[in-house]
């Protein structure tokens, strides 16, 4: 599986677009990218994923770079309760495969 | 909203000790996953079923820990003795399996054992 890479920390202002970058630059064809996040003493949570075209849901947008080796999830209106720690993984999809997290990015929205 | 269930939610143990952890599944599920996570760390991968079955254990210390699940519902895993070392977050994850939403894992909310 392609590994990825992603800044520690990041803050961002309630109310204000939080932009999410990861870079897995060794991707190959077939593999997906996925975005899940973990809300401090909870289990992750699946937010979104793509192959190579941008994707959009009720909870984020993921925006896949042409040459695929990077992308950003974008919360369109951070709140409070998108604090969190943020994980890039990339793997192929087709089967059940297992997640491979790395440390992730940490969110801190703040008033 | 289904959700994946797990007992206890916080377990202190003596090293030494044997200690047990329970996942209930999403109805249906056939994938079933725990995963260990360190302070400070992502989760990583212990062992992974399909169904009854043992897909990967690659990462899970057998000298110790054991993991099954006999009706391809429920789970347990177990860790005889603990260790010092063992203290951290025990995540289940389960799985539609092979299908299209197979991507998909649905977190239950863990079991924080702290051994002493």
């Known amino acids: 599986d392609a590994k990825t890479t992603q800044p520690p920390s990041m803050d961002c202002a309630e109310g204000r677009a939080a932009n999410l970058p990861c870079n897995h630059s060794?991707?190959?064809?077939?593999?997906?990218v996925y975005w899940y996040r973990q809300i401090h003493s909870q289990g992750p949570q699946y937010i979104i994923h793509g192959l190579k075209n941008n994707e959009t849901n009720e909870m984020a947008s993921l925006i896949i770079t042409e040459d695929r080796k990077s992308s950003t999830l974008i919360l369109p209106h951070a709140t409070l309760r998108d604090t969190a720690v943020y994980y890039c993984i990339v793997l192929p999809t087709g089967t059940a495969s297992k997640l491979t997290f790395g440390t992730g990015t940490r969110l801190q929205v703040t008033l | 909203e289904a959700e994946v269930a797990q007992s206890p939610r916080y377990k202190i143990t003596e090293k030494s000790q044997a200690v047990a952890f329970w996942c209930d599944p999403i109805s249906g599920h056939a994938t079933l996953y725990w995963y260990r996570q360190i302070l400070g760390q992502g989760p990583e991968l212990l062992v992974q079923?399909?169904?009854?079955?043992?897909?990967?254990d690659s990462q899970l210390p057998k000298d110790r820990f054991s993991a099954e699940r006999l009706k391809g519902v429920d789970s347990t895993l177990k860790i005889q003795p603990a260790e010092l070392g063992d203290s951290a977050m025990y995540l289940c994850?389960?799985?539609?399996?092979?299908?299209?939403?197979?991507?998909?894992?649905?977190f239950g909310p863990g079991t924080r054992l702290t051994v002493t």
């Open positions: 079923f399909q169904d009854e079955s043992v897909v990967d």
């Open positions: 060794t991707i190959s064809g077939n593999e997906y």
């Open positions: 994850a389960s799985s539609q399996g092979l299908s299209l939403r197979s991507y998909e894992q649905y």
